[in-house]
Protein backbone atom coordinates (compact mmCIF):
# COMPACT_ATOMS: atom_id res chain seq x y z
CA UNK A 1 0.00 0.00 0.00
CA UNK A 2 2.77 2.66 1.00
CA UNK A 3 4.60 1.43 -1.98
CA UNK A 4 1.53 2.42 -4.10
CA UNK A 5 0.88 5.42 -2.69
CA UNK A 6 4.65 6.79 -3.52
CA UNK A 7 4.66 5.22 -7.03
CA UNK A 8 1.47 7.23 -7.89
CA UNK A 9 3.27 10.33 -5.94
CA UNK A 10 5.96 10.28 -8.31
CA UNK A 11 4.13 9.68 -11.37
CA UNK A 12 2.43 12.17 -10.51
CA UNK A 13 5.39 14.36 -9.90
CA UNK A 14 6.57 13.37 -13.58
CA UNK A 15 3.56 14.60 -14.94
CA UNK A 16 4.01 18.19 -13.08
CA UNK A 17 7.69 18.36 -14.68
CA UNK A 18 6.42 17.28 -18.12
CA UNK A 19 3.96 20.21 -17.75
CA UNK A 20 6.97 22.92 -16.95
CA UNK A 21 5.59 23.04 -13.18
CA UNK A 22 8.84 21.44 -10.88
CA UNK A 23 7.65 21.42 -6.80
CA UNK A 24 9.01 20.37 -3.45
CA UNK A 25 7.13 16.99 -4.51
CA UNK A 26 10.52 16.14 -5.79
CA UNK A 27 11.83 16.07 -2.19
CA UNK A 28 8.91 14.29 -1.03
CA UNK A 29 9.57 11.70 -3.52
CA UNK A 30 12.71 11.27 -2.36
CA UNK A 31 12.32 10.78 1.67
CA UNK A 32 9.48 9.05 0.97
CA UNK A 33 10.81 6.54 -1.45
CA UNK A 34 14.52 6.39 1.22
CA UNK A 35 11.54 5.05 4.33
CA UNK A 36 9.87 2.91 1.56
CA UNK A 37 13.37 1.34 0.58
CA UNK A 38 14.54 0.67 3.79
CA UNK A 39 11.97 -0.90 5.26
CA UNK A 40 10.77 -3.10 1.99
CA UNK A 41 14.63 -4.15 2.04
CA UNK A 42 14.94 -4.67 6.20
CA UNK A 43 11.65 -6.69 6.31
CA UNK A 44 12.58 -9.06 2.82
CA UNK A 45 15.49 -9.85 5.54
CA UNK A 46 13.27 -11.30 8.10
CA UNK A 47 10.68 -12.84 6.29
CA UNK A 48 13.45 -15.18 4.85
CA UNK A 49 14.94 -16.17 7.82
CA UNK A 50 17.89 -18.30 7.55
CA UNK A 51 18.42 -16.57 4.02
CA UNK A 52 18.45 -13.13 5.64
CA UNK A 53 21.28 -14.63 7.69
CA UNK A 54 23.55 -14.47 4.51
CA UNK A 55 25.14 -12.32 2.15
CA UNK A 56 26.16 -12.67 -1.58
CA UNK A 57 29.69 -11.42 -1.96
CA UNK A 58 31.66 -8.97 -0.33
CA UNK A 59 34.47 -8.35 -2.42
CA UNK A 60 34.95 -4.97 -2.62
CA UNK A 61 34.10 -2.80 -5.98
CA UNK A 62 33.30 0.10 -7.53
CA UNK A 63 29.94 -0.98 -9.49
CA UNK A 64 29.02 0.63 -12.56
CA UNK A 65 25.86 0.35 -11.77
CA UNK A 66 23.45 0.10 -8.69
CA UNK A 67 22.63 -3.62 -8.82
CA UNK A 68 19.26 -3.64 -6.76
CA UNK A 69 18.02 -6.69 -8.65
CA UNK A 70 21.03 -9.24 -9.18
CA UNK A 71 22.57 -8.74 -5.65
CA UNK A 72 21.05 -10.50 -2.25
CA UNK A 73 18.34 -9.23 0.17
CA UNK A 74 21.85 -8.34 2.37
CA UNK A 75 22.81 -6.31 -0.24
CA UNK A 76 19.28 -4.26 -1.04
CA UNK A 77 18.95 -3.77 3.07
CA UNK A 78 22.44 -2.03 3.58
CA UNK A 79 22.49 -0.40 0.19
CA UNK A 80 18.94 1.17 1.03
CA UNK A 81 20.88 2.46 4.47
CA UNK A 82 22.53 5.35 2.20
CA UNK A 83 19.03 6.42 0.33
CA UNK A 84 18.32 8.74 3.18
CA UNK A 85 21.97 10.25 3.19
CA UNK A 86 23.20 10.53 -0.42
CA UNK A 87 21.77 13.37 -2.09
CA UNK A 88 20.60 15.20 0.63
CA UNK A 89 19.61 13.21 4.17
CA UNK A 90 15.73 12.92 4.61
CA UNK A 91 16.72 15.33 7.86
CA UNK A 92 17.23 18.22 5.35
CA UNK A 93 14.74 17.07 3.26
CA UNK A 94 12.57 17.21 5.98
CA UNK A 95 13.65 20.95 6.75
CA UNK A 96 13.03 21.82 3.08
CA UNK A 97 9.46 20.81 3.21
CA UNK A 98 8.75 22.11 6.55
CA UNK A 99 10.04 26.03 5.62
CA UNK A 100 10.00 26.05 2.06
CA UNK A 101 6.80 24.46 1.03
CA UNK A 102 4.20 25.10 4.64
CA UNK A 103 5.82 28.09 5.12
CA UNK A 104 7.35 27.30 8.74
CA UNK A 105 9.81 30.03 10.48
CA UNK A 106 13.42 28.50 9.96
CA UNK A 107 15.67 27.39 12.70
CA UNK A 108 17.29 30.11 14.19
CA UNK A 109 20.80 30.51 12.61
CA UNK A 110 23.62 31.39 13.98
CA UNK A 111 25.31 31.11 11.11
CA UNK A 112 24.40 34.07 8.62
CA UNK A 113 26.67 36.80 9.16
CA UNK A 114 30.01 34.84 10.47
CA UNK A 115 32.47 33.76 7.65
CA UNK A 116 32.73 30.09 7.24
CA UNK A 117 36.37 29.85 8.45
CA UNK A 118 35.47 31.60 11.88
CA UNK A 119 32.37 29.18 12.80
CA UNK A 120 32.99 26.91 15.72
CA UNK A 121 33.50 23.17 14.38
CA UNK B 1 13.57 -11.06 41.62
CA UNK B 2 15.64 -8.01 41.25
CA UNK B 3 15.95 -6.33 38.02
CA UNK B 4 18.82 -3.93 38.84
CA UNK B 5 22.53 -5.11 38.27
CA UNK B 6 24.04 -6.89 41.93
CA UNK B 7 27.97 -5.36 42.68
CA UNK B 8 29.29 -8.94 41.74
CA UNK B 9 27.65 -7.91 38.02
CA UNK B 10 28.86 -4.17 37.93
CA UNK B 11 32.62 -5.81 39.02
CA UNK B 12 32.19 -8.54 36.16
CA UNK B 13 31.08 -6.14 33.27
CA UNK B 14 34.07 -3.97 34.41
CA UNK B 15 36.13 -7.01 34.02
CA UNK B 16 34.77 -7.91 30.47
CA UNK B 17 34.70 -4.58 29.02
CA UNK B 18 38.09 -3.59 30.29
CA UNK B 19 39.33 -6.87 28.81
CA UNK B 20 37.23 -6.10 25.20
CA UNK B 21 38.41 -2.80 24.96
CA UNK B 22 41.86 -3.77 25.08
CA UNK B 23 41.68 -6.96 23.00
CA UNK B 24 38.85 -6.10 20.70
CA UNK B 25 38.63 -2.53 19.67
CA UNK B 26 36.58 -1.81 17.09
CA UNK B 27 39.29 -1.24 14.60
CA UNK B 28 40.57 -5.28 15.82
CA UNK B 29 37.19 -6.20 14.93
CA UNK B 30 36.81 -4.21 11.15
CA UNK B 31 40.16 -6.14 10.45
CA UNK B 32 39.23 -9.66 11.77
CA UNK B 33 36.47 -9.15 9.27
CA UNK B 34 38.59 -8.44 6.53
CA UNK B 35 40.97 -11.26 7.41
CA UNK B 36 41.05 -15.03 7.39
CA UNK B 37 40.76 -16.19 11.02
CA UNK B 38 36.88 -14.99 12.28
CA UNK B 39 37.49 -15.52 15.83
CA UNK B 40 39.96 -14.37 17.91
CA UNK B 41 40.93 -17.58 20.00
CA UNK B 42 43.00 -15.84 22.65
CA UNK B 43 40.30 -13.50 23.50
CA UNK B 44 37.76 -16.08 24.13
CA UNK B 45 40.65 -18.11 26.16
CA UNK B 46 40.92 -14.94 28.70
CA UNK B 47 37.18 -14.70 28.52
CA UNK B 48 35.81 -17.78 29.11
CA UNK B 49 38.82 -19.24 31.42
CA UNK B 50 40.92 -16.36 32.74
CA UNK B 51 37.58 -14.30 33.61
CA UNK B 52 35.91 -17.46 34.33
CA UNK B 53 32.41 -16.37 31.94
CA UNK B 54 31.84 -20.07 30.10
CA UNK B 55 31.36 -21.10 34.02
CA UNK B 56 28.89 -18.92 35.14
CA UNK B 57 26.02 -21.03 34.74
CA UNK B 58 26.86 -23.92 35.79
CA UNK B 59 26.66 -25.64 39.56
CA UNK B 60 30.07 -25.63 41.44
CA UNK B 61 28.93 -29.35 41.37
CA UNK B 62 29.34 -29.88 37.76
CA UNK B 63 32.81 -27.38 38.09
CA UNK B 64 31.38 -24.70 37.22
CA UNK B 65 31.31 -21.13 39.48
CA UNK B 66 27.82 -21.70 40.84
CA UNK B 67 26.51 -18.08 39.54
CA UNK B 68 23.67 -17.93 36.97
CA UNK B 69 21.83 -16.76 33.65
CA UNK B 70 22.02 -13.85 35.18
CA UNK B 71 25.73 -13.01 35.66
CA UNK B 72 25.89 -14.50 32.10
CA UNK B 73 23.90 -12.28 30.71
CA UNK B 74 25.75 -9.48 31.79
CA UNK B 75 28.83 -11.08 29.65
CA UNK B 76 26.27 -10.97 26.66
CA UNK B 77 25.49 -7.41 27.27
CA UNK B 78 29.40 -6.84 27.19
CA UNK B 79 30.23 -8.81 23.78
CA UNK B 80 27.48 -6.95 22.14
CA UNK B 81 28.57 -3.40 22.98
CA UNK B 82 32.14 -4.73 21.38
CA UNK B 83 30.32 -6.93 18.55
CA UNK B 84 33.22 -8.79 19.98
CA UNK B 85 34.63 -12.13 17.77
CA UNK B 86 34.00 -14.46 20.23
CA UNK B 87 31.67 -17.32 20.03
CA UNK B 88 29.67 -16.45 23.11
CA UNK B 89 26.07 -17.50 21.63
CA UNK B 90 27.13 -20.86 20.52
CA UNK B 91 28.80 -22.02 23.21
CA UNK B 92 26.21 -20.60 26.05
CA UNK B 93 23.05 -22.54 23.89
CA UNK B 94 25.45 -25.93 24.37
CA UNK B 95 25.68 -25.08 28.05
CA UNK B 96 21.82 -24.95 28.53
CA UNK B 97 21.02 -28.10 26.27
CA UNK B 98 23.61 -29.91 28.27
CA UNK B 99 22.64 -28.16 32.09
CA UNK B 100 19.27 -29.28 31.60
CA UNK B 101 20.17 -32.67 29.94
CA UNK B 102 22.04 -34.18 33.08
CA UNK B 103 20.53 -32.59 35.31
CA UNK B 104 22.05 -33.18 38.38
CA UNK B 105 23.60 -36.47 37.65
CA UNK B 106 26.28 -35.81 34.96
CA UNK B 107 27.15 -38.39 32.72
CA UNK B 108 29.15 -36.71 29.93
CA UNK B 109 32.98 -37.83 30.75
CA UNK B 110 33.31 -34.61 32.35
CA UNK B 111 32.29 -32.40 29.12
CA UNK B 112 30.40 -30.13 31.12
CA UNK B 113 33.21 -29.62 33.77
CA UNK B 114 35.59 -28.57 30.89
CA UNK B 115 33.69 -26.62 29.08
CA UNK B 116 33.06 -24.10 32.52
CA UNK B 117 36.81 -24.19 33.10
CA UNK B 118 37.68 -22.60 29.31
CA UNK B 119 39.65 -25.76 28.52
CA UNK B 120 37.03 -27.48 25.88
CA UNK B 121 34.98 -24.87 23.48
CA UNK B 122 31.73 -27.04 22.83
CA UNK B 123 28.93 -25.49 20.34
CA UNK B 124 25.36 -26.33 19.92
CA UNK B 125 24.46 -27.62 16.16
CA UNK B 126 21.05 -25.26 16.12
CA UNK B 127 20.38 -23.23 13.08
CA UNK B 128 20.62 -20.00 14.04
CA UNK B 129 17.42 -18.94 12.65
CA UNK B 130 15.31 -21.47 14.72
CA UNK B 131 12.01 -19.91 15.38
CA UNK B 132 10.74 -20.38 19.78
CA UNK B 133 8.95 -23.78 19.88
CA UNK B 134 10.05 -25.25 16.77
CA UNK B 135 10.22 -29.23 17.23
CA UNK B 136 14.05 -30.82 17.41
CA UNK B 137 14.94 -31.04 13.70
CA UNK B 138 15.03 -34.46 12.01
CA UNK B 139 18.18 -33.62 9.91
CA UNK B 140 20.00 -35.02 11.79
CA UNK B 141 19.78 -39.33 12.97
CA UNK B 142 22.00 -41.68 14.88
CA UNK B 143 22.93 -45.10 13.78
CA UNK B 144 24.82 -47.20 16.84
CA UNK B 145 27.46 -44.28 17.88
CA UNK B 146 27.33 -42.91 14.94
CA UNK B 147 25.32 -39.22 13.41
CA UNK B 148 24.36 -38.27 9.54
CA UNK B 149 22.49 -35.76 8.16
CA UNK B 150 23.34 -31.96 7.90
CA UNK B 151 21.58 -28.70 9.64
CA UNK B 152 22.48 -25.51 8.15
CA UNK B 153 23.34 -22.11 9.41
CA UNK B 154 24.87 -22.94 12.51
CA UNK B 155 26.58 -20.09 14.83
CA UNK B 156 30.14 -20.60 15.56
CA UNK B 157 31.32 -23.82 14.90
CA UNK B 158 34.12 -23.21 13.67
CA UNK B 159 35.39 -21.75 16.80
CA UNK B 160 34.22 -25.22 18.46
CA UNK B 161 35.91 -27.90 19.80
CA UNK B 162 33.23 -30.08 20.01
CA UNK B 163 29.97 -30.16 19.09
CA UNK B 164 26.53 -31.08 20.86
CA UNK B 165 23.78 -32.12 18.78
CA UNK B 166 20.27 -33.13 19.48
CA UNK B 167 18.73 -35.71 17.74
CA UNK B 168 15.46 -37.57 18.49
CA UNK B 169 17.43 -40.62 19.99
CA UNK B 170 19.42 -38.04 22.26
CA UNK B 171 22.04 -35.41 22.44
CA UNK B 172 25.17 -36.45 20.74
CA UNK B 173 28.81 -34.85 21.37
CA UNK B 174 30.64 -34.84 18.30
CA UNK B 175 34.56 -34.15 17.93
CA UNK B 176 34.30 -30.99 15.30
CA UNK B 177 36.99 -32.04 13.40
CA UNK B 178 34.86 -35.63 12.50
CA UNK B 179 32.22 -33.03 11.02
CA UNK B 180 32.26 -31.42 7.77
CA UNK B 181 31.94 -27.42 8.32
CA UNK B 182 30.74 -25.60 5.51
CA UNK B 183 31.31 -21.57 6.25
CA UNK B 184 28.86 -19.13 5.29
CA UNK B 185 29.06 -15.73 3.48
CA UNK B 186 27.32 -14.51 5.93
CA UNK B 187 25.58 -10.74 5.99
CA UNK B 188 27.27 -10.18 9.77
CA UNK B 189 30.77 -11.37 10.09
CA UNK B 190 31.19 -10.75 13.61
CA UNK B 191 29.42 -14.10 13.43
CA UNK B 192 30.22 -16.48 11.72
CA UNK B 193 27.70 -19.19 10.21
CA UNK B 194 28.25 -22.58 8.85
CA UNK B 195 26.68 -25.65 7.68
CA UNK B 196 27.33 -28.67 9.25
CA UNK B 197 27.19 -32.37 7.98
CA UNK B 198 27.81 -35.70 9.39
CA UNK B 199 28.74 -38.68 7.69
CA UNK B 200 28.52 -41.43 9.69
CA UNK B 201 30.76 -39.22 12.40
CA UNK B 202 31.38 -41.18 15.72
CA UNK B 203 29.13 -39.16 18.32
CA UNK B 204 29.18 -39.79 22.21
CA UNK B 205 26.04 -40.23 23.41
CA UNK B 206 24.93 -37.23 26.57
CA UNK B 207 21.61 -38.05 27.52
CA UNK B 208 19.36 -39.94 25.75
CA UNK B 209 16.24 -39.48 24.06
CA UNK B 210 13.65 -38.41 27.46
CA UNK B 211 16.21 -35.43 27.35
CA UNK B 212 16.49 -34.01 24.04
CA UNK B 213 13.10 -31.61 24.24
CA UNK B 214 13.75 -30.26 27.69
CA UNK B 215 17.05 -29.72 26.45
CA UNK B 216 15.94 -28.20 22.94
CA UNK B 217 13.91 -26.05 24.62
CA UNK B 218 16.00 -24.93 27.95
CA UNK B 219 18.20 -24.13 24.68
CA UNK B 220 16.23 -21.94 22.63
CA UNK B 221 14.55 -20.00 25.96
CA UNK B 222 17.99 -19.29 27.64
CA UNK B 223 19.50 -18.34 24.28
CA UNK B 224 16.84 -16.09 23.79
CA UNK B 225 17.20 -14.15 26.68
CA UNK B 226 21.05 -14.09 26.45
CA UNK B 227 20.63 -12.79 22.60
CA UNK B 228 18.26 -9.55 24.17
CA UNK B 229 20.72 -8.75 26.79
CA UNK B 230 23.69 -8.79 23.69
CA UNK B 231 21.08 -6.31 21.74
CA UNK B 232 20.73 -4.62 24.75
CA UNK B 233 24.66 -3.82 24.40
CA UNK B 234 24.21 -3.69 20.69
CA UNK B 235 21.44 -0.76 21.33
CA UNK B 236 23.66 0.97 24.27
CA UNK B 237 26.67 1.18 22.29
CA UNK B 238 24.65 3.04 19.30
CA UNK B 239 22.93 5.46 21.30
CA UNK B 240 26.27 6.27 23.47
CA UNK B 241 28.13 6.90 20.43
CA UNK B 242 25.39 8.43 18.61
CA UNK B 243 25.17 10.97 21.69
CA UNK B 244 29.20 11.81 21.55
CA UNK B 245 28.93 12.14 18.02
CA UNK B 246 25.55 14.80 17.88
CA UNK B 247 27.39 16.66 20.76
CA UNK B 248 30.22 17.30 19.58
CA UNK B 249 29.47 17.05 15.26
CA UNK B 250 28.50 20.85 14.29
CA UNK B 251 26.48 21.71 11.53
CA UNK B 252 25.56 26.00 10.39
CA UNK B 253 27.55 26.92 13.68
CA UNK B 254 25.37 24.96 15.86
CA UNK B 255 26.51 21.29 17.46
CA UNK B 256 23.75 18.66 15.68
CA UNK B 257 22.48 17.25 18.83
CA UNK B 258 20.82 21.30 19.50
CA UNK B 259 18.13 20.13 16.94
CA UNK B 260 15.12 19.13 18.08
CA UNK B 261 14.49 16.77 15.33
CA UNK B 262 17.58 14.72 16.13
CA UNK B 263 17.35 15.65 19.94
CA UNK B 264 14.03 13.81 20.57
CA UNK B 265 14.88 10.66 18.62
CA UNK B 266 17.32 10.08 20.64
CA UNK B 267 15.33 10.89 23.79
CA UNK B 268 12.54 8.27 22.24
CA UNK B 269 15.09 5.67 21.71
CA UNK B 270 16.72 6.11 24.79
CA UNK B 271 13.19 5.70 26.69
CA UNK B 272 13.40 2.00 24.38
CA UNK B 273 16.28 0.75 25.49
CA UNK B 274 15.54 1.45 29.41
CA UNK B 275 12.71 -0.66 28.48
CA UNK B 276 15.13 -3.09 26.82
CA UNK B 277 16.99 -3.25 30.37
CA UNK B 278 14.23 -3.67 32.18
CA UNK B 279 13.31 -7.08 29.74
CA UNK B 280 16.16 -7.94 29.33
CA UNK B 281 16.90 -8.39 33.18
CA UNK B 282 13.84 -10.01 33.87
CA UNK B 283 14.21 -12.87 31.10
CA UNK B 284 18.04 -13.38 32.76
CA UNK B 285 16.25 -13.48 35.62
CA UNK B 286 13.88 -16.16 35.11
CA UNK B 287 16.08 -18.36 33.07
CA UNK B 288 18.30 -18.25 36.01
CA UNK B 289 15.64 -19.00 38.51
CA UNK B 290 13.93 -21.43 35.82
CA UNK B 291 10.87 -19.49 36.73
CA UNK B 292 7.59 -20.28 35.11
CA UNK B 293 7.66 -17.36 33.40
CA UNK B 294 10.24 -17.29 32.02
CA UNK B 295 8.97 -18.51 28.32
CA UNK B 296 6.94 -15.34 28.85
CA UNK B 297 9.66 -13.50 29.48
CA UNK B 298 11.90 -14.97 26.64
CA UNK B 299 9.68 -13.82 23.89
CA UNK B 300 8.65 -10.71 25.38
CA UNK B 301 12.71 -9.86 25.45
CA UNK B 302 13.52 -11.23 21.75
CA UNK B 303 9.70 -9.02 20.72
CA UNK B 304 11.16 -5.88 22.38
CA UNK B 305 15.37 -6.35 22.11
CA UNK B 306 15.34 -7.28 18.69
CA UNK B 307 14.03 -4.36 16.88
CA UNK B 308 15.25 -1.55 19.19
CA UNK B 309 18.81 -3.06 18.84
CA UNK B 310 18.37 -2.60 15.12
CA UNK B 311 16.42 0.43 15.10
CA UNK B 312 19.47 2.01 17.21
CA UNK B 313 22.19 1.11 14.92
CA UNK B 314 19.92 2.36 12.09
CA UNK B 315 19.67 5.43 13.93
CA UNK B 316 23.48 5.46 14.43
CA UNK B 317 24.11 5.07 10.55
CA UNK B 318 22.02 7.83 10.07
CA UNK B 319 22.87 10.45 12.66
CA UNK B 320 26.38 9.63 11.55
CA UNK B 321 25.05 10.62 8.53
CA UNK B 322 28.22 10.67 5.52
CA UNK B 323 30.39 9.39 8.04
CA UNK B 324 28.19 6.56 8.78
CA UNK B 325 27.96 4.78 5.91
CA UNK B 326 31.58 3.98 4.97
CA UNK B 327 33.56 0.72 5.62
CA UNK B 328 35.68 3.23 8.07
CA UNK B 329 33.36 3.73 10.69
CA UNK B 330 32.19 0.59 12.93
CA UNK B 331 28.50 1.60 12.51
CA UNK B 332 27.82 -0.81 9.88
CA UNK B 333 29.48 -3.97 12.38
CA UNK B 334 26.10 -2.90 14.50
CA UNK B 335 23.96 -2.55 11.56
CA UNK B 336 25.05 -6.26 10.57
CA UNK B 337 24.85 -7.66 13.95
CA UNK B 338 21.91 -6.05 15.02
CA UNK B 339 19.42 -6.92 11.80
CA UNK B 340 21.10 -10.88 12.16
CA UNK B 341 20.90 -10.89 15.66
CA UNK B 342 16.62 -10.23 15.15
CA UNK B 343 16.52 -13.09 12.79
CA UNK B 344 18.75 -15.30 15.38
CA UNK B 345 16.11 -17.48 17.10
CA UNK B 346 13.79 -16.10 15.67
CA UNK B 347 12.22 -12.69 14.76
CA UNK B 348 10.05 -10.30 16.45
CA UNK B 349 7.21 -11.45 15.03
CA UNK B 350 7.97 -15.18 15.30
CA UNK B 351 7.99 -14.38 19.33
CA UNK B 352 4.83 -12.23 19.35
CA UNK B 353 3.17 -15.29 17.94
CA UNK B 354 4.87 -17.41 20.35
CA UNK B 355 3.70 -15.11 23.13
CA UNK B 356 0.11 -15.32 21.68
CA UNK B 357 0.04 -18.71 22.15
CA UNK B 358 1.87 -18.70 25.65
CA UNK B 359 -0.95 -16.35 27.03
CA UNK B 360 -3.85 -18.01 25.47
CA UNK B 361 -4.73 -15.67 22.82
CA UNK B 362 -6.99 -17.15 20.75
CA UNK B 363 -5.35 -18.16 17.42
Same mark, same amino acid.
Request: proline letters at 6%; aromatic letters at 6%.
Given at each position: @???? *?????? $? #? ?9 ? &? ?35 ? @???? *?????? $? #? ?9 ? &? ?39 | ?7 VEEELRSA ?239 PVGSYQGL ?19 YAAGCVAD ?74
Amino acid at each position: @MAAE *AARLAA $Q #RLREQLAAGQP &GAEGSATKFAYARLNQEISGFELEMLGEEGLRYDDWT @MRRP *AIVDWE $Q #RSPGYRYLRAK &GNSIEGGTSEILANIIAERVLGLPPEIRVDVDVPWKELPR | MTLLYSDVEEELRSAVRRLLAERAPWTAVLARVDGDEAYDRALWRALAADIGCAGLAVPEKLGGSGASWREAAVVAEEVGRAVAPVPHLGAALATAALLAAVDDDPDDDGLLAAMAAGDTTAVLVLSLSTPPAAPVPASVSAVGDALTGVVTGVADPLAADVLVVPTFDGLWAVDARDAELTPLTTLDLTRRLCDVAFAAAPARRLAGPAAVVPAWQAALRVGAALLAAEQLGIASWCLDATVAHLKTRRQFGRPVGSYQGLKHRLAELWVAVTQARAVARYAAGCVADDSPDAAVAAAVAQAHCSPVAVRAAEECMQMHGGIGFTWEHPAHLYVKRAKSAAIALGTAERHRAALAALVDLPS
